[in-house]
């Protein structure tokens, strides 16, 4: 019951009707409606409505309105009205209760745990050395002031680790295909606030993050799908456009970004969508896929284990032929399971040498069915039996799984698997766009300095935003907060900006493998209020998983439809607990192979010229690259100078980058190069520890779709018994044996190693020790003893040690000072004359490891510019080269005489 007072007088009872009113020149006043004065305006501070209360800083919502405003007080009258003031304003505005919502806000920004995400972003704007990264880091701290302190957000979730359930909604739809993890993913997506879908390497995360996507829109929400990887969320803008859904997407990000979009805005589609099964009917068609989606991913693990159980088969065929092993006859009339195989070679295993007594005899009947005990009795007979059952477990295991195979494909054939899941699709697909296209066409009056101000009718035309994760709150209205968010590729993502998106977002989505390459941090020495939102330490997909612990929904997509079941086996083995599923096929292709480079430590500065050398062997005893999906093939290294070196030899059509740079990429064959080699320097734990990650073996490795190559140093990584080890060990065991190349190229100068190759030793037994104190200038000497005794040869001599200033003569008058002083103490390590003159027509210098120093190639690049002053041309052989031969061959020949033949 309202009463309301005028000048002091009650006037309730007079009054039919009341309303509050905020005029521009009188300010607020109360027009009130009476039976008999009819309409009167009073001025307000003259009226008392009761009742009436006070509320402080509040949130204030209107019904359907992304945006949350922050105000500092209200007064609500009557339950009718709501006087309200924003902060720094004393302009009153009057609201009808029906069209506003209040919300208390939270106190998230005032803990710990914001406060520390605070000051990182300010330690990390004050610690920006670049211009750029200053500008950047500026940008967040501007945007975590703006982030609107609403309970409802993913933010207060993740501050406070409080994962709210979500209530079950509409049934779900399916309009870019799905498999069974993708289903569960999905599902899982819509049951709580904040969720987690794990992708590795090639399971359709992309296709996961349509299908949530369309849900989202079916449900008349709004998502921002966000990354730091431009290229994740282009693939979800391109596969939308390709949909017929392109229109739904606001591509904002940085001023550039949202100048381009409003340039040229996508039409709202004209067509009429096609007739479209209901939602009820979508359902039934998911029901009686779901058993098939279970079928069709055992026939995938079935043909997985027949292929590793035929390899097995053959490797303990290949050891009974190669051993001489006698087995017994068939066992077939035992009727022994593949378990009841193994039981009883672990029976034969446990009796040992031992006579088979009464107790035995019964263990064999009544465990196994056997009645005569004469078979295994004695020792070779016993043995022959052991070696049979071995076989047999193999013959019967495949015989098991060929009938359950064939019984799974059976099963999809009857149900129609294929066609079934294609009519979900386009049912799916026909009932979204029919949904969508119903509503009356939104407005598409928005440009990029407007567009906020109608930020509600904007997410209506465009309810699917674009940007990237440290821009979203620019992005967005001031105050807004969408429906959902979705973060691709959250092993790379900071957590600091990563909050910026859950701050603006109801619900949370993250997607991620944590079993990839992580993010980069800075380094700061802050500490964090708790160890689950350090910044240093983790990623937001890592942090998420270690704040909501069990409360957190974690989906991993299992099916994997991008290499080759070889390729992919690696990682599901070695990283992933065998928890994959290879959808490829193998059809018998050679998809591993090994380059294993001489003895030697061939590395230098975070280069490894002879794992190019020995790449190039390789490329060019094959000829001509196969061309299998047109993706090319990668050259991929821990370092950027191996990626720039191999951009100097490698064919060009090579694509050619790091490994962390090719995170999210893929090419038909990918070659991987380790670069270390055994040096000390190289096999210091945290030099290995940064080459052997086990997050930058799986990247490397599930980046080729159809051919890997390892290219790795002989024992360099196997006494670290790491991944690259394991990776070694798992090609050589599954490759064809003439995939694995060891020491494709030798060098002359691995003569300098201890464990040279043996083709070096009739050279290493011509060397003299009279040449040279080092070993290196040895094997150049007697090389060049070898050259110089060719026929064409003879009119040429060599000579060691030779002083530069009597090559080069002092008295020329172009020479600087410090020429001078250079010319006068440098020395030549072999000088070739003309016999005939004493001519001196070349010089050959033999470069070791010091030759890398800054210093040291100082030194050389003067003596290569006296050189070149004086007419005399320079070869320079560096010890980690191979072709010396054949370098020096060539350079000879340019002084040799015609031979009578030629």
């Known amino acids: ?217 079916l449900r008349g929400q709004t998502v921002a799908v966000l990354s730091n990887n431009n290229a994740a969320v282009e693939n979800v803008y391109e596969k939308l456009g390709k949909s017929g859904l392109g229109h739904l997407i606001a591509k904002l990000g940085n001023q550039d970004n949202r100048k381009d979009f409003f340039a040229d805005l996508p039409p709202w589609p004209s067509s009429e969508p096609e007739p479209a099964p209901t939602l009820d009917e979508i359902q039934a068609l998911l029901a009686r896929l779901r058993q098939h989606l279970h079928d069709h991913n055992r026939a995938a693990q079935l043909q997985l284990e027949l292929d590793e159980l035929t390899i097995e088969r053959r490797y303990l065929q290949q050891w009974q032929a190669d051993s001489g092993t006698q087995a017994a006859n068939s066992l077939g009339r035992y009727g022994l399971s593949p378990r009841k195989t193994a039981d009883l070679m672990a029976y034969l295993t446990h009796l040992g040498e031992q006579r088979i007594g009464l107790k035995d005899r019964i263990e064999l009947l009544f465990n196994f069915r056997i009645f005569r005990a004469k078979p295994f009795a004695k020792g070779d007979a016993r043995l022959s039996v052991f070696h049979a059952l071995q076989m047999h477990y193999y013959d019967k295991a495949l015989q098991d799984k060929e009938a359950e195979l064939q019984a799974c494909r059976e099963s ?71 429906d959902y968010v979705i973060i691709d590729e959250a092993s790379l993502q900071d957590i600091v900006p990563g909050i910026l998106a859950l701050g603006c977002s109801r619900n949370l989505i993250v997607v991620g493998d944590n079993r990839q390459l992580a993010h980069i941090p800075v380094a700061l020495g802050m500490q964090a209020p708790e160890e689950a939102y350090d910044c240093e330490r983790y990623s937001l997909l890592d942090s998420c998983i270690r704040v909501f612990k069990d409360a957190l929904p974690r989906t991993l997509l299992k099916e994997h439809y991008r290499c080759h079941p070889r390729i992919i086996q690696f990682c599901n083995q070695q990283f992933y607990d065998n928890a994959l599923v290879p959808m490829t096929e193998d059809k018998g292709e050679a998809p591993l192979r090994l380059v294993v480079t001489a003895k030697g430590n061939h590395a230098r500065q975070n280069t490894n010229l002879r794992e190019l050398d020995s790449l190039l062997k390789l490329l060019c005893d094959e000829g001509e690259p196969v061309v299998l999906n047109g993706d090319g093939r990668g050259f991929i290294a821990p370092f950027r100078a191996q990626v720039n070196l191999s951009g100097k030899h490698l064919p060009a059509d090579f694509i050619r980058d790091t490994v962390h740079k090719f995170q999210g990429r893929e090419c038909d064959e990918i070659v991987f190069s380790t670069v270390l080699d055994k040096k000390r320097y190289n096999q210091e734990r945290k030099r290995l520890d940064f080459v052997d990650d086990p997050r ?45 190349v060891r020491a494709p190229v030798v060098s002359a100068f691995d003569l300098l190693y201890r464990e040279f190759d043996l083709s070096l030793a009739r050279l290493d037994a011509r060397l003299r020790r009279e040449d040279s104190r080092y070993k290196s200038e040895q094997i150049v000497a007697q090389l060049l003893r070898e050259a110089l005794s060719a026929p064409a040869c003879q009119s040429l001599m060599c000579h060691a040690q030779i002083k530069l200033d009597q090559i080069a003569s002092p008295s020329n008058q172009d020479w600087t000072d410090r020429e001078r002083a250079f010319m006068a103490r440098a020395s030549c390590d072999f000088v070739i004359y003309f016999k005939v003159g004493k001519i001196p027509v070349g010089v050959i210098e033999v470069d070791g490891g010091s030759h890398d120093r800054p210093d040291q190639a100082t030194r050389d690049a003067l003596k290569n510019g006296i050189l070149e002053k004086s007419g005399v041309p320079i070869l320079r052989l560096r010890t980690v080269e191979s072709r010396i031969e054949e370098r020096i061959d060539a350079f000879i020949a340019q002084w040799a005489s015609p031979t009578p033949d030629g």
């Not at 079934?420 to 066409?441: F, I, V, W």
């Not at 930020?455 to 967005?476: K, W, Y």
């Not at 394991?726 to 065991?733: G, N």
């Open 696 to 740: 930058m073996i799986n990247v490397a490795v599930s980046r080729a779709k159809h051919r890997f190559t390892l290219v790795t140093g002989d024992e360099v990584f196997t006494g670290n018994k790491g991944h690259i080890a394991a990776l070694m060990r798992y090609v050589t065991y599954y490759a064809q044996e003439e995939q694995i």
């Open 412 to 482: 999809l054939a009857r149900g129609d698997f294929t066609a079934l899941l294609d009519e979900l699709k386009t049912a799916s697909m026909r009932h979204l766009k029919q949904q969508l296209q119903r509503k009356a066409p939104p407005s598409d009056s928005f440009d990029a300095k407007t567009y906020r101000q109608r930020f509600d009718a904007f997410v209506q035309r465009f309810p699917i935003l674009g940007s990237g994760t440290h821009s979203i709150v620019n992005s967005i209205a001031p105050g807004a907060i969408l």
């Open 1 to 217: 019951m309202v009463s309301i007072q005028v000048g002091g007088e009650d006037k309730t009872a007079e009054i039919t009707n009341w309303s509050i009113w905020s005029d521009k020149h009188k300010g607020l006043q109360l027009r009130c409606s009476y039976l008999k004065k009819g309409k009167v305006a009073h001025a307000f501070n003259d009226c008392v409505i009761s009742p009436c209360r006070e509320l402080g800083e509040m949130l204030l919502t209107k019904p359907g309105s992304t945006i949350f405003t922050p105000i500092a007080k209200a007064t609500i009258y009557g339950e009718r009205y709501a006087v309200v003031f924003y902060r720094d304003s004393d302009q009153p505005y009057v609201y009808k209760m029906d069209s506003i919502g209040f919300a208390a806000p939270t106190a998230m920004k005032d803990a710990p745990v914001f406060h520390y995400f605070s000051a990182v972003a300010n330690a990390r704007q004050d610690r920006a050395e670049a211009k750029t990264d200053r500008e950047i880091a500026a940008n967040i701290v501007r945007q975590l002031e703006k982030l609107p302190a609403s309970a409802d957000t993913a933010l207060q979730a993740y501050c406070t680790g409080r994962n709210s359930t979500l209530a079950p909604g509409q049934g779900l739809i399916y309009p870019f295909g799905l498999n069974e993890s993708q289903l569960a993913a999905v599902e899982q997506a819509f049951r709580a606030q904040v969720s987690v879908i794990e992708g590795p390497p090639g399971t359709g995360k992309t296709q996961t993050i349509l299908n949530i996507i369309a849900n989202i829109l």
